[in-house]
């Protein structure tokens, strides 16, 4: 059998997809719900692809060509589509890709990194991240602080005290040498940054409460945006917010240790139902419609092995660092 792909002849191999057909002929078109090898359901409309013929929408990580099919993958048409899929799943969306201390600080300073790690109580990590921005002379002392004017903290209690710990740092003694942990901060323009929106005022309550760290910090870049798909397409769609604006009512970083180092962030599920398909007895749907929810009671945490974070198109399952 032979189709046509963005007017490219294409042999079908027997069973596959319009979505494993172009990928396997350096056709590339994105996908949220699909794995490679594994169970998957079509829902994300994200792999959207135009039958020329009929002018009708299709998802091809679900559809098998037929004999003469022409497809279009890169019209206008096609990109709405697409563009339009990808700000409806970010409007469910509930995440800082990096920290707003991070984003504004001026001398690109991996702030929530340095404070995360001063948290574990590596102070060693933490200086070795400040002296890899500001080898000699500290760049703080002169500096406006932008990054406590952007903390989200500041929303809740009052912003965390950065320069003061980062000098408090930098005059410890007697610390071992060590290399910093490698920076997987983005920052430049035309990168994608999710917010989280506001916070209510029972949510607030909550991190004062419970976000107890000795710099007070929330940690609130997303330990997952490295691997992220959903954000690596909203910057390739050029998406800078969504349209739709911020509709999750999902709780800021509420963290479920599923394993020692597995992290599931629900807030960050956009519902694909991966990690669900290729878990037995592990995740699973609540509820229907706008309202489902992928959740996984604590009773099957032990099913679940650290290997169906690889899967998970966004942030919302990861191995801790």
Do not use: W
């Not at 990690?275 to 995740?283: K, L, R």
Request: proline share 4%; with cysteine.
């Amino acid at each position: 059998m032979k189709i046509t792909i963005d007017n490219q002849e294409i042999t079908i191999i027997e069973g596959e997809t319009i979505l494993q057909a172009a990928r396997r002929n350096g056709i590339q078109i994105p996908s949220m719900c699909y794995a490679e090898g594994r169970e998957h359901r079509a829902g994300c409309m994200v792999c959207t692809v135009k039958d020329v013929a009929t002018g009708r929408m299709i998802t091809s990580c679900s559809v098998k060509p037929t004999e003469g099919m022409q497809i279009d993958t890169r019209s206008d048409d096609v990109v709405r589509q697409r563009t339009m899929a990808l700000e409806l799943l970010l409007s469910d969306h509930r995440a800082d890709c990096e920290a707003p201390c991070t984003l504004v600080c001026p001398h690109h300073l991996d702030v929530e990194l340095m404070l995360k790690a001063y948290d574990k109580g590596d102070y060693a990590q933490a200086k070795a991240i400040i002296r890899r921005t500001f080898p000699a002379e500290l760049g703080c002392d002169n500096c406006k602080a932008p990054c406590e004017k952007a903390c989200r903290r500041g929303a809740v209690d009052g912003a965390v005290k950065i320069r003061e710990i980062i000098r408090e740092v930098v005059e410890m003694k007697d610390l071992p040498n060590v290399q910093a942990e490698e920076s997987i901060a983005r920052t430049e323009k035309d990168i994608f940054f999710s917010r989280i929106g506001i916070f209510s005022d029972k949510e607030k309550e909550q991190l004062r409460e419970n976000r107890l760290t000795p710099s007070r910090c929330l940690h609130c870049a997303c330990d997952g945006r490295a691997e992220c798909r959903l954000r690596r397409y909203a910057t390739e769609y050029g998406i800078k917010r969504s349209r739709y604006g911020l509709v999750s009512k999902q709780p800021f970083k509420l963290c479920i240790a599923v394993g020692e180092r597995l992290r599931f962030e629900p807030a960050k599920c956009i519902r694909c139902g991966l990690c669900v398909y290729n878990s037995e007895n592990g995740f699973t749907f609540v509820r229907r419609g706008f309202d489902m929810q992928v959740v996984i009671p604590e009773q099957n945490y032990a099913n679940v092995n650290e290997e169906l974070a690889s899967v998970c198109p966004t942030g919302a399952l990861y191995i801790v660092r």
